[in-house]
């Protein structure tokens, strides 16, 4: 006791000596100084100290024993609380005990003392830094650089306490306090009580359980019970709630390899994917990391294992920038063509050896008509390559029945085939001497033609058009000039080295038809 009131004295004094206002606590609830510092300087900020004296000098290092209960109560307090060691040779050591208590919660279970070690470079008589200290923690919380994460942090060690099976993480999120629970250990469950907004919500939360699905639902209602933490946080009552279950899904790689026949030589196309496992089956979901959308479910729960394959494209990939430029749709899109022509195509995973034929004469029709589009897409992309345009889509481009109609003509002849076309009639005005060449009703001339897709030119090209058994009909009066198709015309168009006349032929509407 001798030994506890010099040490205490000691302190005392040193505080005086700056002018502090100093008392001693008469009660012993667990400090002995009551202090306020520099008024000046921190406008009537106070902390607490519990002072601790001993025979034994520093000999390298230094420590105080202190209650566990003691240090869990400080934790409650809303003043800081300083240890003071006092040693045999006179020197003063600190310790600010609250931040200690928090991060060595976990020693401080159960009766008894604790042994505190002092950091040996805290020394009190060292007024400048002790004040520096003061200075920091007292700085208003809303003025402290990082004191959001500090009070979260603090607010989930307090919530943690309550349960040991759980921690808990605290976050905001639009002014309100968002939880994160782990269990301790495996094995623990709680019942979990929902009120889902509509039929649609309640699918998704059975295929979420049933397929191992990650989930993002609002609920009209949620409680959460079997804890005195959730009583806490009052979760434990029926309130409007955010629900995400969040899982990590398996990494992995499904390849597609056109064609009925697993050739060594077929276009094929690789897609990262996530796959989830649940109480009644599995799914595998692309990684959207290419505009190559899977998705595979595996339905376990009756008989034998249904499959549901469905795959789509995300046009938004494609939509930021010109479509020339556009990331993986040649790898996609070759692929969706050689699919199409050979009907069907093998998917093999990275999980398993076992590959599954997919012919599209015995699926749904949308994936055929998926392939189409993406076929589609990749022809205008050469298209738009070969004429160097920038021509480009985005979330309202719609491709009409002329436009792929288009689009299929003049791949063909940029691959430099001759292309039949249907040609009810070609009107020409003011020109003399056009056709090039005629003989017995056959016809030949060549012009320049503007490849429009989406009421967008991507770029003009010199065809080479062929009219055979067409009746030809002058108007002298105006220089006008009709070729019209009869029974037994046709005719074809193909590239030509370059053309003197500009005659857009129109695809659907107009005289030009594959």
Request: net charge negative; charged share 25%.
């Amino acid at each position: 006791m001798l030994i506890g009131g010099l040490a205490e004295n000691a302190t005392k004094h040193l505080f005086l000596s700056w002018g502090w206002a100093t008392a001693k606590d008469e009660q012993d609830i667990g400090y002995d100084l009551f202090v306020q510092p520099d008024s000046e300087q921190f406008k009537g900020q106070r902390f607490l100290v519990q002072v601790k004296g001993t025979l034994i000098e520093n000999r390298g290092h230094v420590t105080a024993p202190v209650r566990k209960k003691r240090l869990l109560q400080y934790l409650d307090n809303p003043h800081p609380i300083f240890i003071v060691r006092v040693t045999a040779d006179g020197a003063l050591y600190w310790l600010h005990a609250q931040p200690w208590a928090r991060s060595n919660r976990a020693r401080l279970k159960g009766e008894g003392k604790i042994s505190v070690r002092m950091d040996v470079n805290q020394r009190l008589e060292d007024r400048e830094s002790f004040v520096a200290y003061l200075a920091k923690i007292f700085t208003p919380t809303e003025a402290r650089q990082g004191a959001l994460a500090e009070l979260a942090q603090r607010r989930g060690e307090l919530l943690s306490s309550i349960d040991p099976r759980l921690s808990v993480g605290v976050s905001t999120e639009a002014g309100s306090e968002t939880y994160t629970f782990l269990a301790a250990e495996g094995g623990f469950s709680v019942p979990i009580e929902m009120v889902l907004r509509d039929a649609a919500d309640a699918a998704a939360m059975d295929e979420a359980v049933k397929y191992g699905l990650p989930v993002s639902l609002d609920l009209d209602g949620m409680k959460v019970s079997g804890s005195p933490l959730f009583s806490e946080l009052e979760l434990d009552q029926l309130q409007p709630a955010k629900v995400d279950i969040i899982r990590n899904g398996r990494i992995g790689v499904v390849t597609l390899f056109a064609g009925l026949r697993p050739l060594v030589s077929a276009p094929s196309m690789e897609i990262s994917v996530d796959a989830y496992y649940g109480h009644g089956g599995a799914t595998m979901r692309s990684r959207r990391l290419t505009p190559a959308v899977f998705e595979l479910r595996v339905d376990l729960s009756e008989g034998p294992p249904k499959t549901n394959f469905s795959l789509g494209l995300d046009l938004a990939q494609l939509c930021n920038g010109p479509l020339a430029l556009a990331p993986s749709l040649a790898e996609f899109g070759a692929w969706a063509g050689a699919s199409l022509e050979a009907g069907g195509f093998i998917l093999g995973t990275s999980y398993s050896r076992h590959r599954t034929t997919w012919p599209l004469s015995s699926r749904d029709s949308r994936t055929p008509k998926v392939l189409r589009l993406i076929r589609d897409l990749h022809r205008l992309q050469q298209i738009a390559r070969h004429f160097d345009s920038d021509f480009s889509i985005d979330d309202e481009t719609q491709l009409k029945g002329e436009d792929v109609k288009t689009i299929e003509i003049f791949y063909d002849v940029l691959n430099g085939e001759k292309v039949v076309v249907g040609m009810p009639e070609l009107r020409v005005d003011g020109i003399e001497h056009f056709p090039d060449h005629e003989a017995d009703g056959t016809y030949f001339c060549k012009v320049n033609h503007s490849i429009r897709v989406a009421d967008t030119v991507i770029g003009t090209i010199p065809l080479h058009i062929e009219l055979l058994n067409y009746d030809r009909i002058d108007n002298t009066s105006d220089g006008t000039m009709l070729l019209r198709s009869q029974v037994g015309s046709s005719a074809t168009i193909e590239e030509a080295d370059s053309a003197e006349h500009d005659l857009h032929l129109v695809n659907g509407q107009g005289p030009l038809s594959s």
